[in-house]
């Protein structure tokens, strides 16, 4: 018998939704045959079965919400004693091995609470940077002693994962006798009562309001947000750009497309300036990590998306190499998918760089919180006729202002303004993106 285990359906994934079965008890199921849904807190995927055999018993009801990566979920009497996961899953590997005898003790369910307990904040290394790693890393590292600062992770941006735990020198165990980590956790254990205060401690009366319970997304939002904010030291460069020719250029544009039927929006236009203005200032298409500086390639710009219970940030991918119309079409059906929780976590992870655009909404400027492991996010505002200065004449133009958040670890005051100077060239006189 083999326990069918929840995937991780990300390599952030914590824990999902087992929104539907797509099986019953006594189905006959096959390699390629879809199971079930799993909601995470970003998209909803189908996930497929590995082995072939019956279905014995579904140990998960559907609609069950904070089912851990690695719960079993479902039991299968036939060949084979792999755990299903979706298809291209690179973090496949990272799932608990079980022995072949394993599956009829009675405790098998029992790692789940276990690969829990590590879930807490990422640990720190003496600079105070964070170590990233996997969740069943954390665990065989703590089982093993294993001190995760001093093991370099194979993973993605430097992630470290199961084989780093299993390939780590015996130089990189925690030494016997660590009695100076203890002054270190008592801030933390200081700062537990502020996290954990109820609304009544603060002074809010009971009864006089109503509480929505977290979904997934919420908490991994707060989470990532509240980490970002706290760790990542960032500062805000804001300037203002006349965007009369853009707006021009955006008519005709959309005048060539029209039988296309595909329409660009100011955006989308600012989504290639800034991929654009990447190119030409590269220091700022950058990423920290305790190894070293990420220069990357391409600009993959992340798109920030408000759907129901949070944020969600597309990506498009290698947005220097793409036209307008495009980057249109893309934009459209990233956004669409987006709202209906359908991406690919490829669609939503990584990424160089984010832009935040809350101008139909009226706002004139704000800051935005750096999405990691980004060096940048820009935040758009509404464009305005506002009064400027031209020569010895005071004129009207349609003016917008933007904001650049940096992460000062790897994009330094000059480079930002190099970066926002390239951008606003693009913007003021839309050719040069062409050119």
């Keep these: 018998m083999t326990d069918i285990l929840m995937p991780a359906l990300s390599p952030t994934m914590e824990e999902g939704t087992l929104a539907k079965w797509h099986v019953k008890k006594g189905d006959t199921i096959k390699s390629g045959d879809v199971i079930a849904e799993i909601e995470t807190d970003k998209a909803t995927m189908e996930v497929e079965a590995v082995d072939e055999g019956v279905v014995e018993d579904l140990l ?50 029992k790692p789940a609470p276990v690969a829990a307990v ?16 996997s969740p069943l890393a954390r665990r065989l590292a703590e089982q093993k002693g294993i001190d995760l600062s001093a093991v370099t992770g194979s993973g993605p941006h430097g992630r470290i994962v199961k084989a780093d735990i299993d390939n780590a020198q015996p130089g990189a165990a ?20 502020r996290e954990h205060k109820t609304l009544e401690q603060m002074g ?72 654009v203005a990447l190119m030409k200032v590269p220091e700022a298409n950058a990423s920290y990590s305790p ?92 464009g305005e006729k506002r009064a400027v200065v031209k020569g010895d004449e005071i004129v009207i133009a349609n003016v917008m202002s933007v904001t650049l958040t940096c992460d000062h670890r790897v994009v330094d005051g000059a480079v930002g303004a190099r970066f926002l100077a390239a951008f606003k060239e693009m913007l003021e006189e839309p050719l040069r993106m062409i050119v």
């Design 60 to 109: 998960i009801a559907e609609g069950a919400e904070g089912v851990k990566v690695n719960t079993p979920i479902a039991k299968l009497t036939g060949q084979g004693d792999s755990a299903p996961a979706p298809k291209a899953e690179a973090p496949k590997a990272e799932a608990t091995p079980a022995p072949a005898a394993e599956p009829v003790k009675a405790e098998a369910p």
């Design 118 to 133: 590590p879930a807490p904040a990422p640990a720190k290394v003496a600079d105070g940077s964070r170590v990233f790693a």
């Design 204 to 275: 809010i009366a009971p009864g006089s309001y109503d509480l929505i319970p977290l979904d997934g997304m919420r908490k991994t939002v707060a989470r990532r947000m509240t980490d970002s904010f706290r760790d990542v030291p960032h500062f805000p460069l804001t300037i203002d750009i006349e965007i009369d020719e853009l707006l021009a250029a955006r008519t005709k544009i959309n005048g060539l497309l029209q039988k296309t039927g595909v329409k660009v929006s100011v955006n989308d236009i600012v989504m290639k300036a800034c991929a």
């Design 291 to 382: 190894e070293g500086i990420a220069m990357h390639h391409h600009a993959d710009i992340a798109m920030a998306v408000a759907i129901p219970g949070g944020l969600i940030t597309p990506i498009i991918r290698k947005a220097e190499t793409k036209n307008l119309a495009q980057i249109a079409t893309d934009t459209k059906d990233l956004a669409a998918r987006a709202r209906d929780k359908k991406l690919k976590p490829d669609e939503f992870l990584g990424g160089t760089f984010s832009v935040s655009n809350l101008g139909m909404f009226g706002i004139k400027t704000f800051a935005s919180i750096i999405n990691e492991p980004q060096g940048c996010i820009m935040s758009v505002g509404a």
């Design 174 to 193: 925690k030494p016997a006798a660590a009695p100076a980590a203890a002054p270190a956790a008592a801030p933390a254990a200081a700062a537990a009562p």
